[in-house]
């Protein structure tokens, strides 16, 4: 799957996986802003994006644990996720993510 991600100072970096986290697929492109303290088991929240708003649909809903990290986030939204909890697949082909620092 392709992945674009833009960070906080509007970067677009493209990348592409058939495996994986998104979290692993950023850190090994260095995207900018995606740190992943925790070695993606969802405890540090440095992995927070915002989905695209059409493409929200595509990555789907966080997880109950992953919602209740992402609530005590500044910038939590409706469209945020920690993308070491987004697994990749063919179904998250082209989406977009946004940084968030
Ligand atoms: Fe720590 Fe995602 S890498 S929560």
Excluded: W
């Excluded at 100072?9 to 260095?30: F, P, Q």
């Excluded at 920690?82 to 620092?101: E, F, K, M, W, Y």
């Amino acid at each position: 799957a392709k992945i674009t991600f833009i960070t906080s100072d509007n970067e677009t970096i493209v990348a592409e996986a058939n495996s994986g986290s998104v979290m692993e697929l950023a850190k090994d492109n260095n995207v900018n802003g995606i740190d992943g303290d925790c070695g993606g088991v969802c405890s540090c929240a440095t992995c927070h994006v915002h989905v695209a708003a059409g493409d929200f649909d595509k990555v789907g809903a966080p997880g109950e644990i992953e919602a209740d990290m992402l609530e005590l986030e500044d910038n939590y939204n409706e469209h945020s996720r920690l993308c070491c909890q987004i697994d990749i697949s063919d179904a998250i082909d082209g989406v977009t993510l946004h940084v968030v620092n």
